[in-house]
């Protein structure tokens, strides 16, 4: 990884913000590349958080060649997000990348095996040196300090994951963050909602909150549909809403997108 932060500085130091821009400079292209590719192969794959899914997917069938390739071209995809990051964010973003790919060859791999694995079964299944007797939350990882980087790292990717799942539905995006990332109550979010005035509001006081625990960039986010006029919105745009009313509808909201 030292040779690879090296290259990434001279990168920055020129400056090159872009793949085109890099495209330019022939030897210090390929230098990155190879580099990226022995970073993918020396840190990624033998991550504590990774090495033991990796196991199972060659047990699975599954050809590592395949996922190390789908990690390459996948950063050369992003190449412009990566490069557009300042220099102490690129390789966690690259790590980033490259662990979302195994997280989701890992869960399809599984699936097809016939099994049905959770998020925070597929955490605890790689957090061995876990001492505590009690099983951990996705919450857990998130707010332990001594979490290795590896394991932020899956978790900022699960942050993104429910961004990603559900971005469609603003109503629904904020009351899993809320319960799932943050273990709020119904009622807390129906406080906090009723504080900010709106779900949009709510939302991005969340974001605002992992995007400095995590570092996760604005541009790492998937576009969120703003709120429609109904659900929550409908009972928040009332001259006094009522606190309880907020948090029926989020119970109910949490019912359907278990």
Do not use: W
């Not at 599954?62 to 390739?69: K, N, Q, S, Y």
């Not at 109550?185 to 005035?197: C, H, M, T």
């Amino acid at each position: 990884m030292e040779k690879l932060l090296s290259t990434l500085s001279r990168i920055n130091e020129l400056p090159i913000h872009n793949k085109e821009r890099l495209s330019l400079f022939t030897q210090l292209y390929e230098e990155f590349f190879l580099n990226v590719d022995r970073f993918i192969t020396k840190t990624v794959f033998r991550s504590h958080a990774n090495i033991n899914k990796l196991s199972e997917l060659k047990d699975l069938g599954v050809d590592l060649e395949d996922i190390h390739m789908d990690c390459i071209e996948r950063i050369i995809t992003k190449l412009d997000n990566v490069l557009s990051n300042n220099l102490e964010h690129q390789i966690p973003y690259m790590y980033t990348i490259c662990n979302n790919i195994i997280i989701d060859s890992y869960r399809k791999a599984i699936k097809e095996a016939g099994f049905i694995v959770s998020l925070d079964e597929a955490l605890n299944s790689h957090e061995a040196n876990d001492d505590s007797k009690k099983s951990k939350s996705l919450n857990d990882y998130l707010m332990d300090p001594k979490a290795s980087p590896e394991t932020k790292f899956m978790a900022k990717a699960a942050i993104l994951e429910i961004f990603q799942k559900h971005c469609n539905n603003a109503d629904n995006l904020l009351c899993v963050l809320s319960t799932k990332i943050f273990e709020d109550k119904p009622s807390e979010l129906a406080a906090l909602l009723i504080q900010e005035g709106s779900v949009d509001k709510a939302l991005t006081a969340y974001k605002e909150e992992l995007s400095e625990r995590f570092g996760i960039n604005e541009s790492e986010y998937p576009a969120v549909a703003p709120a429609k006029s109904t659900g929550l919105s409908k009972i928040l745009g009332k001259d006094a809403p009522d606190s309880r009313e907020v948090s029926s509808k989020i119970s109910n909201i949490l019912n359907r997108t278990k």
